[in-house]
């Protein structure tokens, strides 16, 4: 079980860029922005990215209102999203049946980072990007995070730069490109492009962008709030450039295992979801500030207005996503034989496309089982509580801000070094190569554990 | 780019499964069944299975009934499957809106061939099983292919044989399990099961079934209308054991290139379904037999009464689709540098859950097309058409006799030698080792391109 040999997708073109991106996570000095300049950029950005951001009735929405008849909240253009109801059948997990708001954007965008080579070290092209919905204004996003309405300019607005690297790459340029879906309980069978793609030396950073080392970028993921949740699952997507990735024997299971463990959980579990009337929505009220929960739990719908000198319409108004509380994404990682493992969870959400996903070993918000005894609590939540303050990571980070506001969780990776949990039918440990091989698909890991698994590679 | 290195899948059992199947595909003595055994046993079992189709008014059915309303044709019992409308907003060719009639069955069914070695020699146990929409009544089909209903025995009929050996494996015994689609004309999302997994002794042959090595199953691919589709959807996922596919170089384009082409013909276009109610499904005509497309195209739904000796239910009667023409779905093949690649091209149909997904290189119904010039014909059409005489595979096979009557295509590979048809947007060459890669997730390959990809390796 000695991880030596090279994996079938280091051939060419691939073997030079995980050597690449080694590098690049490893270099210290070489870098375009030494760290000292790095923080100054970041910190000359947040000034220069002044936001204002109001909360507001719905009736004082600009361009958004209810639907008659339905309730559903949407823009008169038809464009961006909507919120409506959704009716949810589930033999997963203890609640059989259920209504609730859900949002609804059935565009695919692109979410992706350019990389280029600087003195032959791979860097990647951040954006520092406001969005209203982020605690602290300002963080770093891909070098593209656009809807399709956005970059085909149906709203107006000014080009999204640097979308040509992504809409028309170069043969030979694409490291990564893959629909990975978003929140299953917020958002209705969204995915988005994940994209990295190599650019040359005539793509040059523009004001708000910078060319980050790896190894900056991997510096910034362990800070609060400072990488987007965009930025988080494009670098999920990059293929993995360590040494635990590269042992092809070693994991715990077959490869084809685990694809069965997935393909069974989907098989023979019944979702069912139809949409309904934001209006008949059993369980959440509406007020002229509020759709919420009728006994305040999951989130609430609400309106902010929005001034902004940094993005491609300069004021606008819109519904976000609120949750209540701060969420926990908790991933425990072991050692089998020297190869590094993570316990997966097989998670249903209502809006995933294909059922089921993988997801963090504990995901959750505490509150809502703190006044419950132990033994209701999620598998494993207890332990994570317990072992917390050994963890090697753990850091708050939000999820998309141009959709939620102040939705944040705690990121906790821990190491198990003695006694392993046990595998039941919703865990497995599942070995780094075999992640990074899932990656390279569609809807196997959820967006929280593709958050942890650039979180781990940061380490 | 000489196939010599071995691919990261075959360590450990894997590469043990690929030596034995390469063993059993050349295998010529050591089977269970001589060749003229198997004769006798296909010609006995057709003789045993007499089943009597018969077609009737939808007003003969049993149990099935258009609902009040929608017109939707179901069963009484909410189960099997439903027949309702569909309507079709898609930018990807030249229509861009219709409606038409779909079959809805939401659950998720397996189909299984169970392996078992023989003297070392891995043998596929193989059923013989009647389908009403069968031209001859009889096909060969997987060890278990069964509906969530079937094995649920929510409508009665007998326990599904072998069930277990699919829904409990022995840990390490499952060789493939992955979710793959059908039909994305005629079917709304409609995905299976597809599982190969390795048995013991203890599983013995049951009437109506037998072991067969893959020199076996290969030989009645080669025959007309022997081999169903369940089987030959199942047979694809095997992994491929043939020298081409452990070519670890010598793809024309590198796996990240041939991701990224799939991701991008789903993001980039739109194709959006509504259901709609089948008695309000434009340019459809009911009469007391049949649901029709005013101009004879496409298929019709008609009803069939059938009596039965071996199912699970001995008589009864249901809707079936009836496909207007015989179909062709053709497949070129290529060497490149040695290394053989196949030419896919990208297709969106209406009922696909992920919108696109790779196809044969040509796949259409040969009358719609013979009375209009030829540039209105799909492309590569032609060339298939006057290179069919050297065809090294070209054989009529049937789809899925329990939902589809007489539904037969001429599945046509063809070598190309000299010249190469030029990609475009639409159309890949993609190599054995990547398709044996796209195999192991769900909906890359359509099942006109599994049953094409179970042919090529046939030969």
Known sequence: MTPTI???????????????????????????????ELAAWLEDRRRAQPQQVERVPFAGLSGWRFEEGTGDLRHASGGFFSVHGLRVHSDFGPVSEWEQPIVDQPEIGILGIAMRDFGGIPHLLMQAKSEPGNVNGMQLSPTVQATKSNYRRVHGGSAVRYLDCFRSPEPGAVVADVLQSEQGSWFLRKRNRNMIVRVGPEVEAAEDFAWLT?????????????????ARTVLSCLPDWRADASALAGSLHPDAEIRSW???????????????????????????????????????????????????????????????????????????????????????EAGFLTVVELGPTVQCTVQNYSHLPRTSWPPYLDEVQNRRGGAVYDVLLSEEGGRFLNAQSHYVIIEIEDEAPLESEEFRWVSLRQVDELLRYSHNLSVQARTLITALRSL
């Open 214 to 230: 790896v190894r900056q970028v991997n510096m910034l993921l362990k800070q609060d709030n400072v990488v987007n949740m965009d």
């Open 6 to 36: 090279a994996p079938a997708a280091s051939y060419g073109e691939e073997a030079r860029t995980l050597a690449a991106l080694a590098v690049s996570a490893a270099t210290v000095d070489g870098g375009v922005l030494s760290d000292g």
């Open 262 to 348: 997935i393909t069974r959980r989907r098989a023979e579990h019944d979702v069912r979801v139809a949409p309904i009337g934001l209006a008949d929505t059993q369980g959440w009220q509406h007020d002229p500030h509020t759709v919420s929960h009728v006994r305040g739990h999951h989130f609430s719908v609400v309106a902010v207005d929005v001034v902004s000198g940094r993005r491609e319409v300069a004021a606008w108004s819109q519904p976000l996503i609120e949750p209540h509380g701060t969420g926990i994404a908790a991933l425990f990682v072991r050692r089998v034989d020297g190869v590094r493992h993570v316990l997966l969870r097989a998670r249903a």
